[in-house]
């Protein structure tokens, strides 16, 4: 069954690009106008983050996502097959923030949030990071399609760590250099864990993960700025945060971290992942605001 679909998906990314965004126009037009995917979750959160802006403003942001939110399926296919060269043409960074970090002796977490499309982020990391790329990824339920995604995600040379087994296996990658990428939004299973610090106009849980691994570590913070410059071109821009992350207070570097996606999401609000319930736990805030930071 896996040979099947693995040559399936291959010969789809064989079509070239204008033909597969042109059936993704088409899955928006089902996505945004039939089936309404998560449009009542989309418009809530927008109304959250972006009060100050008219209902218009709102409303051209959600359909701009839900088309940056098919893109990236689209070209998730497409990127199965795509050439090391043209693929550069694609993508840019200013891979040196990371790589001039190398000579030292501390590892790096690379810290991002939910933006389109992170599966070029991934490729174009591990393509000329001098540091080993471990990502965290969540498996499927379905064997076949895992096993693709997991071959497509790791062919550049990125080293893939099942988030079920993070806890257990990571050590086994902390022994050598590594950079990891963590992302700064992520919802915590559970709030009473967590640090709460408004996101946007609104408090939100957020995992403590990311700072209590640097910390315990002394890894680097470097966080990652993620955005579409045109469809199907990407740009990812590295900031160092910090080498000294002991020097924060308890929860202020998670705080820090958060800041940065909300400013990023501001610069390109359209490229966020919005059909996530960011505030599912706000209603519990007062509960948990001794764990304000």
Not at 147 to 172: C, D, M, W
Request: glycine share 4%.
């Amino acid at each position: 069954m896996y040979t099947i679909v693995s040559g399936l998906f291959y010969l789809l990314s064989r079509l070239p690009w204008w033909l597969l965004y042109l059936i993704g126009d088409g899955i928006y037009v089902l996505l945004y106008y039939v089936f309404g995917y998560r449009k009542k979750v989309v418009a809530a959160n927008l109304q959250i983050a972006f009060p100050e802006k008219t209902d218009a403003e709102r409303k051209a942001i959600e359909k701009k996502f839900y088309h940056n939110f098919v893109d990236t399926f689209i070209e998730t296919i497409k990127l199965f097959s795509v050439s090391e060269k043209e693929f550069r043409k694609r993508f840019s960074c200013n891979i040196e923030v990371l790589n001039d970090l190398y000579a030292g002796e501390q590892n790096v977490q690379i810290i991002s949030g939910h933006y389109f499309n992170w599966e070029y982020a991934n490729l174009g990391v591990s393509l000329d990071s001098k540091f080993p790329f471990v990502a965290v990824y969540m498996p499927l339920s379905n064997k076949v399609f895992d096993r693709l995604i997991y071959k497509f995600r790791s062919r550049f040379g990125t080293l893939l760590v099942p988030a079920s087994e993070f806890k257990q296996n990571f050590h086994q990658y902390a022994r050598n250099r590594y950079a990891l990428a963590l992302v700064a939004d992520q919802n915590p299973g559970n709030p009473a864990k967590a640090y709460w610090t408004n996101f946007f106009s609104k408090p939100a849980p957020f995992a403590r993960g990311p700072e209590k691994g640097a910390k315990m570590n002394n890894t680097a913070i470097v966080y990652a700025h993620f955005y579409k410059v045109k469809r199907g071109y990407y740009r990812l821009d590295f900031e160092l945060i910090t080498t000294n992350p002991h020097k924060f207070a308890e929860g202020e570097l998670t705080k820090l971290l958060v800041k940065k996606v909300e400013d990023s999401v501001r610069k390109t609000p359209d490229n966020y992942l919005w059909s996530h319930r960011r505030w599912k736990h706000s209603n519990q805030a007062e509960k948990y605001k001794h764990l304000m930071v």
